[in-house]
């Protein structure tokens, strides 16, 4: 979902506000100007262009000559402040140049096509920054902070508010042994506020640990440090108003690790043994991060979530109304507009459609507006009726005019166009309406959170999402996928292993047969070292006719560690039998069968393996053919 904010105050923080968009959309800001309707006939001149270098922040005047009617916002890819100023020219003699330490460039440019015509301002950043404007007369003066960790004009927050001062993480301290990697984020006093998670492997991208550190600054960190152990590489950026760390695995799965806070930073231990096959933490080397999380979820579609608008009125009005909010099913949104201009709306509503808009030329005037959480055609729609205006749709083109004026599509357009009203789609959605309108309110109210969780999962914020899904589960106690979702979540993102385990039992309470659930509840039980509660649920993981192949190969592995060898091989054999062979079933077979001193089984195993055409990691290649090297009969 895309927000778009837009305040009344003259005040805001970009920073956090580009972190929340992903950083990747330009952002209209409208500022209520003081000049009154009849000033905006009135032609101003930008006699000068006025900039101090302050020690946090750059002062920008742009001196006028009459009260000015503008226009500010922010654009990003590069970072950009627009100042849009109506009605205005610029002296000939005006000087463009800022001061070279605030790395920041001025251009101008005329906008002819809108009405009224606009002088343009455009201030191109190095990095997002924060900014504030405020009109002094017939003056418009603009405040860029120095960079984005400096607040600008603090002195002048709100009282009661709290000044936030950013610590400083001014190394990254690597040491190498050959157990582990030490890595210590020194910071310049106690780092409080992080989290952390896990990146499962996408493509060409290893898998990766990253911590998020808030409110903290690091301009003398290097970006990237090459290291070369289970630890390949860690790499620093900017996120929001800290730092995020990723540490990218040389190792598939990802390195075993410990995350802990030091008196001054923070300090993360990574074990080296995980990539030695014969002494890895096999069970948290096998869990699949992610582990089928979204099959475990009830299927959440749009009409499921408007369910809330079919309330207690008559059935045919309820049908009604949910025939007509049916057609909105776009991307969502959320706007605060403040007398923005028209024009300026319809640019956003074209970035986040991805769709042609095209406005009639007598299309003019500004917009004030709220609207939360709608689908952008619906929001579309709201701004077109409050305007007198309409709207012409094909082709991937919008067409917006006037209500009283018509626009004709090119015949050529229209040829191959039909449309005939299905009359069995039209029951189908009558019947969808009527099961909706038995769905307990409660539930619709859980599958909103859950939408909501969703979102911010993919935005890989786990923490919070788990709080949406915990009070989805609140709303929703009967839902043992929801619950079991959680459990995953708090075991795979953030090893949270007791959590785990409470809410893989609350799902397992509610759906005994819920073999996923039983799953997650034996590893988290296996990683706290409670063997027996974890054998227990290793079986009833592993009790159905099919077990899944991960509750197989953890059971497996768990067998291993508990040195019940033969225990072990049967349940690699009956995963052979169902799945067939894989890479980590082969090398725990010529693992185990070394360990119970069979060793020339063990090498055959190890034989097979090289033989079998998978794509074996160099470190595992190496140790085989070393393993097979050392057997006489070879």
């Known amino acids: 979902m895309y927000h778009f904010s837009l305040p009344v105050q003259q005040r805001f923080r970009p920073s956090l506000w580009?972190?929340?968009?992903?950083?990747?959309?330009?952002?209209?800001?409208?500022?209520?100007?003081?000049?009154?309707?009849?000033?905006?006939?009135?032609?101003?001149?930008?006699?000068?262009?006025?900039?101090?270098?302050?020690?946090?922040?750059?002062?920008?005047?742009?001196?006028?000559?009459?009260?000015?009617?503008?226009?500010?916002?922010?654009?990003?890819?590069?970072?950009?402040?627009v100042v849009d100023v109506a009605d205005t020219t610029l002296a000939k003699s005006t000087v463009l140049e800022l001061p070279k330490e605030s790395q920041i460039k001025l251009t101008t440019s005329a906008i002819t096509d809108t009405k009224p015509p606009l002088t343009r301002f455009t201030f191109t950043l190095p990095e997002s920054r924060q900014f504030s404007v405020v009109q002094k007369v017939n003056d418009i003066v603009l405040n860029i902070s120095k960079g984005q960790d400096v607040p600008a004009k603090t002195k002048n927050a709100p009282k009661g508010e709290k000044k936030v001062t950013a610590i400083a993480i001014s190394d990254i301290n690597v040491v190498t042994t050959p157990k582990e990697t030490i890595v210590k984020l020194l910071a310049t006093e106690k780092v409080t506020s992080y989290h952390y998670g896990v990146l499962e492997k996408k493509g060409d991208i290893p898998p990766r640990l990253y911590i998020d550190v808030n409110n903290v600054t690091g301009d003398t960190l290097v970006k990237e440090h090459h290291v070369g152990t289970a630890l390949a590489d860690i790499r620093v950026a900017k996120r929001g108003t800290g730092l995020r760390f990723v540490l990218d695995s040389s190792t598939d799965p990802l390195f075993p690790f410990q995350v802990a806070p030091l008196a001054n930073g923070i300090e993360i231990r990574i074990q080296e043994t995980a990539q030695k096959a014969d002494k890895q933490d096999a069970v948290g080397?096998?869990?699949?991060?992610?582990?089928?999380?979204?099959?475990?979820?009830?299927?959440?579609?749009?009409?499921?979530?408007?369910?809330?608008?079919?309330?207690?009125?008559?059935?045919?009005?309820?049908?009604?109304?949910?025939?007509?909010?049916?057609?909105?099913?776009?991307?969502?949104?959320?706007?605060?507009?403040?007398?923005?201009?028209?024009?300026?709306?319809?640019?956003?509503?074209?970035?986040?459609?991805?769709?042609?808009?095209?406005?009639?030329?007598?299309?003019?005037?500004?917009?004030?507006?709220?609207?939360?959480d709608v689908p952008w055609d619906f929001a579309l729609d709201i701004i077109l009726n409050l305007k007198d205006l309409q709207k012409e749709e094909r082709f991937n083109t919008i067409v917006i005019h006037p209500k009283d004026k018509k626009f004709n599509w090119p015949k050529r357009a229209e040829d191959n166009l039909s449309f005939e009203a299905d009359e069995t789609v039209?029951?189908?959605?009558?019947?969808?309406?009527?099961?909706?309108?038995?769905?307990?309110?409660?539930?619709?109210?859980?599958?909103?959170?859950?939408?909501?969780?969703?979102?911010?999962?993919?935005?890989?914020?786990?923490?919070?999402?788990?709080?949406?899904?915990?009070?989805?589960?609140?709303?929703?106690?009967?839902?043992?996928?929801?619950?079991?979702?959680?459990?995953?979540?708090?075991?795979?993102?953030?090893?949270?292993?007791?959590?785990?385990?409470?809410?893989?039992?609350?799902?397992?309470?509610?759906?005994?047969?819920?073999?996923?659930?039983?799953?997650?509840?034996?590893?988290?039980?296996?990683?706290?070292?409670?063997?027996?509660?974890?054998?227990?649920?290793?079986?009833?993981?592993?009790?159905?006719?099919?077990?899944?192949?991960?509750?197989?190969?953890?059971?497996?592995?768990?067998?291993?560690?508990?040195?019940?060898?033969?225990?072990?091989?049967?349940?690699?054999?009956?995963?052979?039998?169902?799945?067939?062979?894989?890479?980590?079933?082969?090398?725990?077979?010529?693992?185990?069968?070394?360990?119970?001193?069979?060793?020339?089984?063990?090498?055959?195993?190890?034989?097979?393996?090289?033989?079998?055409?998978?794509?074996?990691?160099?470190?595992?290649?190496?140790?085989?053919?070393?393993?097979?090297?050392?057997?006489?009969?070879?």
């Not at 930008?46 to 009459?66: F, H, M, R, W």
Request: glycine share 4%; aromatic share 8%.
């Open 18 to 81: 580009c972190s929340l968009l992903l950083c990747f959309l330009g952002i209209s800001i409208s500022y209520p100007s003081m000049a009154t309707e009849k000033n905006s006939a009135v032609k101003n001149k930008i006699t000068a262009i006025e900039s101090t270098q302050g020690k946090d922040a750059l002062d920008v005047t742009l001196k006028g000559t009459n009260t000015p009617n503008y226009t500010v916002y922010e654009l990003f890819k590069p970072a950009r402040i």
């Open 285 to 372: 080397n096998i869990i699949k991060q992610k582990q089928m999380i979204e099959s475990q979820l009830p299927v959440v579609d749009a009409s499921q979530q408007n369910a809330e608008a079919i309330n207690a009125k008559s059935v045919a009005s309820s049908m009604q109304d949910a025939f007509n909010f049916s057609g909105y099913d776009k991307e969502r949104i959320t706007v605060d507009f403040y007398k923005i201009d028209l024009h300026n709306v319809f640019r956003l509503i074209r970035e986040v459609s991805k769709m042609n808009i095209i406005v009639d030329d007598s299309v003019s005037g500004s917009l004030t507006l709220t609207l939360d």
């Open 426 to 634: 039209t029951e189908q959605e009558a019947i969808l309406i009527n099961q909706l309108q038995n769905i307990p309110e409660s539930v619709v109210q859980a599958k909103q959170l859950i939408s909501k969780a969703q979102h911010h999962e993919k935005r890989e914020e786990i923490e919070t999402a788990i709080t949406f899904y915990q009070k989805a589960l609140d709303k929703w106690p009967d839902n043992a996928q929801l619950s079991n979702k959680i459990a995953s979540l708090y075991l795979v993102q953030l090893r949270q292993n007791a959590k785990a385990a409470f809410y893989a039992k609350k799902s397992l309470k509610i759906e005994p047969k819920n073999y996923n659930a039983a799953l997650t509840a034996a590893i988290a039980f296996a990683n706290m070292k409670e063997t027996k509660t974890a054998q227990q649920f290793f079986n009833q993981a592993t009790s159905t006719k099919q077990p899944s192949s991960e509750a197989l190969l953890s059971y497996s592995a768990f067998s291993e560690q508990q040195q019940q060898y033969a225990g072990a091989l049967k349940i690699l054999n009956k995963y052979k039998k169902l799945y067939g062979e894989n890479l980590t079933s082969m090398v725990s077979e010529g693992r185990i069968l070394d360990k119970m001193g069979k060793h020339e089984d063990a090498t055959k195993a190890y034989k097979t393996i090289l033989l079998s055409g998978y794509r074996i990691p160099p470190d595992l290649k190496k140790y085989i053919k070393g393993r097979v090297a050392l057997s006489p009969s070879m």
